[in-house]
Structures are given as structure tokens and as C-alpha cells.
């Protein structure tokens, strides 16, 4: 038996950016997940937390917060995109490892807009193969460089985000180098099966975002063609346990897992008001630390 790790992280507190007047300040993020009783963080967008080290462990230290993982996008999936996609991995990967991260959250870029318009074309096989072969070099050389495990995110309206487009890249990526970040509000929007995918590729999952999916506001959403952003801001991810996947039995696989996992929560709610994301965030701890069976730790 494994052990699930609960954190959490920017995002359950309504930030998506790295400034933005409609997000909660830094300083009061990071008092209100220690005051909610998590001890684990991730760094959130950059440029959101501060960026010099000192400064960043003396603030986390007095709060008793470690830090997991950073995240950033990436855009491999473009030809010569290499360097400018290197060039924010390695500012991510350098600031997660001065702090002790162990993990570094690569998320793919957009095939759809907002307004649900295409803005990409979807990868062919061809391009899917393209695409893992450079993800795959990405986390050789970040785990080379900073000692990161490179934990990939598949996001909706990402170009890796349906049940067969993570199977696929899972086919077309080396697990020595990089694994899968399941996001189970992700993998439910798109219509995929967090267990199936637990149980098929136990050895490739890496890491866990932990949120729930509200199926009537999915529903209304695909039947409108909108965007996963405007679906956030009708609320389509929601507080466990009012959502989709049940969560307990998630845990309990990735307890079953021969592996110790971080599950930092997550819900998306860019923008909300600034007094509602700690009373969710202390209730959603609670809540996991109730149902997650004997493999849940704080």
C-alpha cells in the first residue's frame, strides 16, 4: 500500500495568473491554506508567488507550507518551439527546486478558445508521436538539469485531454522521463475514466490533481459549445462531494498504488469573491481526510 499526500494550491483560491486584481494576494493565499490545514502547496502560476528563493522559503517556512510541484504549459507541439518553451520550463523548474520540489506540472496548450472556437488544429497520430517524443525529451533533460520528475497534465481544450488522446501520449512517452499529473475534474469534463486509467497504467501515474466536475453545468456547457474558461466561470468545477468523480474511490486506487502520491486539490473558480475560497478549502480537506480511507496523510 501506497499513501496519498493531500495538498493544495493557487488555483483552489481563484488564481490563474501571475497578477490580476481579481485574484487573492499572495500573502493572503498562503495564510489561508495553512489556516485551512494543508502544509502542502504548489507554487501556482509564475510569477504569482515570489520568485526569489530566499524570500519565497523564509514566507513558507513561517507558515509550516512545503511545496510539491511548480506548474507551467508548454508548446511542443509546434515546430521550433523548443526554446521558448525551455526557456519557462527551466525558470519553473529552477524556483521548484530551490524550494525542495520534487515534481514539476507540464500542462499542453490550447486547441480551443475560450468562445469555443477552434483555434488549432487537434493533433494527428503523426503529430500526437511528435508531441511525446519532445515532452518525453523535456522531462530527461529537466530531471538532468534540476532533479524534477516531469508529471504531465492533460487539460480540456488541451491538446492532450480525452480518454484516447492521454492514452495515446501515455503510448508515445517514455515513463522514465515523463509521467501523468491526473487531474480527475479534467479527465471527468472530457468524458474519461480516472479508474480505468488508474488501473491500466498504474506505474504511470505520477502525481493527482484532486476536483470534482458538476454534471448539469457540463451538460448546459457542451450543449452552449463554450469554452472550458467560461465553464469555469459558470462553476462546472465544484466542492467535493457535490460533483463528479466520487472521490473516495479514487483514493482508495491510488492508495492501492505501490507508491507514495501527492493529491493537491484544485478547484477552479477564477474569478470568485475573495471571502469564499478558505471556507471551501478547510471543508474540502475535511471532507478527504474523512473519506480518503488510511492511505490519506496531511
Not at 73 to 81: I, V
Request: negative net charge.
Amino acid at each position: 500500500m501506497g499513501s496519498v499526500k493531500i495538498g493544495s494550491a493557487p488555483d483552489s483560491w481563484g488564481v490563474w495568473f501571475a497578477n490580476d486584481e481579481k485574484q487573492t494576494p499572495w500573502q493572503r493565499f498562503l495564510d489561508e491554506v495553512a489556516e485551512a490545514g494543508y502544509t502542502r502547496i504548489e507554487l501556482g502560476p509564475p510569477g504569482y508567488l515570489p520568485t526569489d528563493p530566499v524570500q519565497l522559503k523564509e514566507e513558507l517556512d513561517k507558515r509550516g507550507l512545503e511545496v510539491t510541484a511548480g506548474t507551467i504549459f508548454e508548446h511542443l507541439h509546434r515546430p521550433d518551439s523548443w526554446d521558448s518553451t525551455w526557456r519557462d520550463v527551466s525558470a519553473a523548474a529552477e524556483l521548484a527546486a530551490a524550494m525542495g520540489a520534487k515534481h514539476l506540472v507540464v500542462i499542453p496548450s490550447m486547441w480551443r478558445g475560450d468562445d469555443g472556437q477552434v483555434i488549432e488544429p487537434r493533433l494527428d497520430h503523426e503529430g500526437q508521436a511528435r508531441h511525446g517524443k519532445q515532452v518525453t525529451e523535456l522531462g530527461r533533460r529537466i530531471a538532468a538539469e534540476y532533479g524534477l520528475r516531469t508529471q504531465f497534465h492533460p487539460h480540456a481544450d488541451g491538446h492532450v485531454d480525452s480518454q484516447e488522446t492521454v492514452e495515446r501520449f501515455l503510448e508515445e512517452t517514455d515513463g522514465e522521463h515523463v509521467n501523468l499529473c491526473l487531474d480527475t475534474g479534467h479527465i471527468s469534463y472530457c468524458g474519461g475514466d480516472n479508474l480505468e486509467l488508474i488501473r491500466k497504467y498504474p506505474e504511470r501515474i505520477g502525481y493527482v490533481h484532486l476536483k470534482q466536475v458538476d454534471p448539469v453545468v457540463l451538460a448546459q456547457a457542451e450543449a452552449d459549445g463554450i469554452g472550458f474558461d467560461e465553464a469555469v466561470r459558470r462553476g462546472v468545477m465544484c466542492e467535493p462531494p457535490l460533483g463528479v468523480p466520487e472521490l473516495p474511490p479514487v483514493l482508495d486506487a491510488l492508495a492501492g498504488l505501490d507508491a507514495d502520491v501527492f493529491a493537491i486539490v484544485e478547484q477552479d473558480m477564477y474569478p470568485c469573491p475573495p471571502d469564499v475560497p478558505l471556507p471551501i478549502a478547510t471543508r474540502t480537506l475535511k471532507y478527504l481526510q474523512t473519506h480518503g480511507g488510511g492511505g490519506v496523510s496531511v
